[in-house]
Nanobody
Framework: EVQLVESGGGSVQAGGSLRLSCVASGFSFDDYAIGWFRQAPGKEREEISCFVTTTGSTWYADSVKGRFTISKDNAKSTVYLQMNSLKPEDTAIYYC??????????????????WGQGTQVTVSA
């Protein structure tokens, strides 16, 4: 059974940093894409970053490019999202997701079949 568990969310002031973790189990971690999504109140869930080990493909949404970094620790089956220079508009529930994708391209929620439960990030002005 595929399982994804996010952690690391919290409340920070604008300009601060957080590192989210997504621990994966139940599937071949190296063969699947991992995407990070977020959903703000009243808005659709959007992909903000993606990483595919097999192809080295990495992608960031324009809204987070240069501030967020996705990385992976194979030994821990964990994908991280380092978030720096946080802004109030980054406030959202953050989710990791996985599916067998060969490259990253700003996918939608329909491209991912397995999801974590989400972790709340709140950035105050």
């Amino acid at each position: 059974e595929v399982q994804l568990v996010e952690s690391g969310g919290g409340s920070v002031q604008a300009g601060g940093s957080l590192r989210l973790s997504c621990v994966a189990s139940g599937f071949s971690f190296d063969d699947y894409a991992i995407g990070w999504f977020r959903q703000a109140p009243g808005k659709e869930r959007e992909e903000i970053s993606c990483f595919v080990t097999t192809t080295g493909s990495t992608w960031y949404a324009d809204s987070v490019k240069g501030r967020f970094t996705i990385s992976k620790d194979n030994a821990k089956s964990t994908v991280y999202l380092q978030m720096n220079s946080l802004k109030p508009e980054d406030t959202a529930i953050y989710y990791c997701a996985t599916d067998f994708l060969l490259y990253c391209a700003g996918w939608t929620i329909s491209n991912y079949g397995s999801w974590g439960q989400g972790t709340q990030v709140t950035v105050s002005a």
